[in-house]
């Protein structure tokens, strides 16, 4: 095995069904914990807004939970999410992009300017109103910020999620060990780089969409 080389291309081309397979399955698990947790944040984030006071410990936990080791957090799940399942590794990825989510939605809607709250108000708009017209696009930024650095980090964590049944590419790794054939691990590591890659790209896209002025400000800023 020594002289086993680094990649077998051929293994590769016999199996880009199933790196296809595995890398949407790596997807759906990474990305929807973050997108569900970016759902938690918004309205979490608005009332640690609006009172201050519910900030300090709510962050408190969030950062407790995002210190605990993902593999022991799916070991805990599974008696009740059972083995092998999204759940066991979905639910901690969840946990851990609304820990990251919560302190950029909170800094986000700090970040507006009263007086464009106070203007907001004065013509009209009403609560729900100006958060939809106002705070929210102006905290676009913020928030996006906050969901590119959620889903790298998801999609990382995902892998460990393979020692407990269900980790998407992270079969890879337990398969290239488990043989001592470097291949599929070196595959694992390109398409998790392909899909962190290809999740920030659409990420900044959707920012300059959704909030062109920011990029404007940042390159008169330069």
């Given at each position: ?70 593999l022991a957090v799916f070991v805990v799940l599974i008696p009740y999410t059972g083995l092998a ?138």
């Amino acid at each position: 095995m020594d002289d086993e080389p680094l990649v077998r291309w051929y293994w590769i081309g016999d199996h880009l069904g199933y790196l296809g397979g595995l890398l949407a399955d790596h997807a759906v698990i990474a990305l929807v914990p973050v997108l569900i947790g970016l759902l938690l944040a918004l309205p979490l984030g608005l009332a640690c807004a609006r009172f201050p006071r519910l900030y300090q410990p709510l962050a408190a936990v969030f950062n407790i939970v995002y210190a605990l080791p993902s593999l022991a957090v799916f070991v805990v799940l599974i008696p009740y999410t059972g083995l092998a399942t999204r759940a066991t590794v979905m639910i901690p990825l969840t946990f851990y992009a609304l820990a990251v989510l919560l302190p950029t939605t909170v800094d986000g809607l700090r970040a507006v300017p009263e007086p464009v709250r106070q203007a907001a108000t004065a013509m009209g708009y009403g609560p729900w109103h100006r958060l939809a017209a106002v705070e929210l696009p102006a905290s676009v930024p913020y928030l996006v910020a906050g969901v590119r650095v959620a889903a790298v980090s998801s999609i990382s964590l995902a892998s460990v999620g393979a020692l407990v049944g269900r980790g998407g590419l992270g079969y890879l790794f337990i398969d290239g060990f488990q043989r001592t054939f470097p291949t599929p691990i070196v595959a694992g590591i390109v398409l998790i780089a392909v899909l962190a890659l290809a999740t920030d790209v659409v990420l900044v896209t959707a920012r300059r969409l959704l909030a062109p002025w920011a990029v404007r400000e940042k390159a008169v800023t330069r």
